[in-house]
């Protein structure tokens, strides 16, 4: 498998995911690679890759990281750091992890980069059906993926969906549909006071998300480019309403263009039925007394009834 990889090394850089001992990397440093990157959850470990880094003289061209995988690879992607080759472990790690793992390994890799997963097993299956090329040394079968052979577009939804309505749930899951991954990102909007913690309208949007696969929900802190970066994210999708909503959304999207010019600003109409359907719309008929249902995803509507029927919802915004 190094003999096949051979011209991937020179002055290369290499990430080691679920490192262990630390192995591949390693085997990388002493075929030339420049530098290494070794991710391990284990503390144990982790001091054994460090003792081995010492022992092969290698400590100063490496980094030992702890954490769980997905934020590891996040705070690699917020320090815009990119890999060569980057060793991963079993499909089926990488399969229970796909929507959090597949799209930062994509956005880490070089453009000529390869991710090389290595499994007892053949089957890629559940690793994003990806192609590549399977070949079997010994007991163990490799795969190797070049950039394009692990195309995951992934796109932010940013919203501070207070609360979500049927309008927002409509864009999320139209844009599931172009999207290989699209992640709900609840923010806090600083021009309006949110009725509800963050968090509680994220585990809304859990609930009636609960069906799409390819949808993830996070609390978004800080800024959209930033998270979006830190995700692997290729766009932001935005549902767009009346034209009243244009201006704003504009303004929003050329200012997230100036500070990160890659990451494309993409808007979905909204349906007809939704045009005039809005956040602030639903805290004022629930505070009031009304009826939200149809404005609201069915699986939340008692609990949005519940918590917004307080006469305190603010009604400015959308
Ligand atoms: O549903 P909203 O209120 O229109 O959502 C607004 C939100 C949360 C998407 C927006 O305020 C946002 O992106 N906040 C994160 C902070 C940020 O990046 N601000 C600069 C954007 S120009």
């Known amino acids: ?174 844009a599931s549909k172009i999207f290989d991954h699209v992640v709900v990102a609840v923010g806090s909007n600083r021009r309006k006071e949110a009725r509800l913690p963050a968090v509680e309208r994220a585990r809304l949007l859990e609930k009636v998300t609960a069906d799409m696969d390819t949808v993830s929900v996070e609390v978004m802190e800080g800024l959209l480019v930033d998270f979006a970066r830190e995700r692997g994210a290729q766009a932001i999708v935005k549902g767009l309403r009346a034209v009243s909503d244009f201006e704003s959304e504009f303004e929003q999207a050329q200012l997230n263009r100036t500070m990160f010019p890659e990451l494309e600003t993409v808007f979905i109409m909204a349906s007809a039925e939704h045009s005039f359907l809005s956040s602030s719309a639903v805290r004022e008929i629930a505070s009031l007394g009304g009826d939200v249902s149809g404005l609201v995803p069915e699986g939340v509507l008692e609990t949005v009834r519940q918590i917004y029927s307080g006469r305190d919802g603010k009604i400015q915004g959308s």
């Open 1 to 174: 498998m190094f003999n096949s990889l051979g011209q991937f090394f020179e002055g290369g850089s290499v990430l080691d995911l679920y490192a262990g001992t630390g192995a591949l990397g390693i085997e990388a440093l002493s075929r030339g690679s420049e530098r290494a990157v070794f991710v391990e959850r284990d503390r144990g470990a982790r001091a054994a890759i460090s003792e081995n880094l010492r022992r092969t003289g290698f400590a100063q061209r490496a980094e030992v990281l702890g954490g769980e995988v997905e934020s590891v690879l996040g705070r690699l992607l917020g320090r815009r750091e990119r890999f060569d080759l980057i060793f991963a472990d079993p499909p089926y790690r990488i399969a229970a992890e796909v929507g959090g793992i597949l799209h930062r390994l994509h956005s880490l890799l070089s453009p000529g980069g390869r991710l090389v997963i290595e499994s007892g097993e053949a089957s890629m299956e559940g690793a994003g059906g990806k192609k590549g090329v399977t070949r079997r040394y010994g007991g163990t079968f490799v795969t190797i993926l070049g950039r394009s052979e692990l195309t995951m577009i992934v796109a932010v939804c940013p919203g501070s969906f207070d609360p979500v309505t049927t309008g927002h749930l409509d864009v999320i899951r139209r």
